[in-house]
Nanobody
Framework: QVQLVESGGGLVQPGGSLTLSCAAS????????IAWFRQAPGKEREGVAC????????DYKESVKGRFTISRDNANNTVYLQMNSLKPEDTAVYFC???????????????????WGQGTQVTVSS
């Protein structure tokens, strides 16, 4: 059974930083690609970043390039999303997701992942 648990969300001021965590089993973190998505009220869920297990390579959507960093900590069975220079438009529920593949497939849309966490709320506001 694949379980993902997100944490680290909260309220932060514009320009601030926040780090989200996605905890999973050792097997998942070692062998599966893991991605972060977000969903703002009234909007579709969109991809943010994806990290492969095969070589640790990462891919980012244009809206977060240069501001967000995804990383994998195999020793602690956790994938992180470091978010810097946050903007009000980053406000959303953030989810991590995984699938039984070592790489981030194609454009790694929501349809590419079967396993999802419950989400953590990030609010960027002054």
């Amino acid at each position: 059974q694949v379980q993902l648990v997100e944490s680290g969300g909260g309220l932060v001021q514009p320009g601030g930083s926040l780090t989200l965590s996605c905890a999973a089993s050792k097997f998942v973190v070692d062998y599966y690609a893991i991605a972060w998505f977000r969903q703002a009220p009234g909007k579709e869920r969109e991809g943010v970043a994806c990290i492969a297990s095969s070589d640790g390579s990462a891919d980012y959507k244009e809206s977060v390039k240069g501001r967000f960093t995804i990383s994998r900590d195999n020793a602690n069975n956790t994938v992180y999303l470091q978010m810097n220079s946050l903007k009000p438009e980053d406000t959303a529920v953030y989810f991590c997701a995984t699938e039984q593949t070592a790489i981030c497939l194609g454009n790694w849309g929501t349809e590419s992942f079967r396993y999802w966490g419950q989400g953590t709320q990030v609010t960027v506001s002054s």
